[in-house]
Nanobody
Framework: QVRLVESGGGSVPAGGSLRLSCEVS????????VAWFRQAPGKEREGVAY????????YYADSVKGRFTISQDNAKNTVFLQIDTLKPEDTAIYYC??????????????????WGQGTQVTVSS
């Protein structure tokens, strides 16, 4: 059974940084592939970053390019999301998710079967 557990959220002032972690267990597919989504109050869940092809390929939504960096540690089966220059509009619950098959872009939550419980990120102005 695939399980994803996020950590690393918190409250930070605008301009600060955070690194979120997503530990994956029970993964039986050949290559790990994990995305980060976020959902702000009253808004749709948005896919912001994705890493696949054994960590060799990444994707970012236009809204976060240049500030978000996704990476993975294969030895620890963990995927990270580094968020720099945080803005109040980055405030959301951040979820990591994994699909059982290849996905297209932009990321759609409908294509991801496995989800973590989410971690809150709050950015104050």
């Amino acid at each position: 059974q695939v399980r994803l557990v996020e950590s690393g959220g918190g409250s930070v002032p605008a301009g600060g940084s955070l690194r979120l972690s997503c530990e994956v267990s029970g993964w039986t597919y050949k290559y790990l592939r994990v995305a980060w989504f976020r959902q702000a109050p009253g808004k749709e869940r948005e896919g912001v970053a994705y890493i696949y092809n054994d960590g060799r390929t990444t994707y970012y939504a236009d809204s976060v390019k240049g500030r978000f960096t996704i990476s993975q540690d294969n030895a620890k089966n963990t995927v990270f999301l580094q968020i720099d220059t945080l803005k109040p509009e980055d405030t959301a619950i951040y979820y990591c998710a994994a699909p059982s098959a290849s996905v297209g872009f932009p990321l759609s939550k409908a294509h991801f079967e496995y989800w973590g419980q989410g971690t809150q990120v709050t950015v104050s102005s």
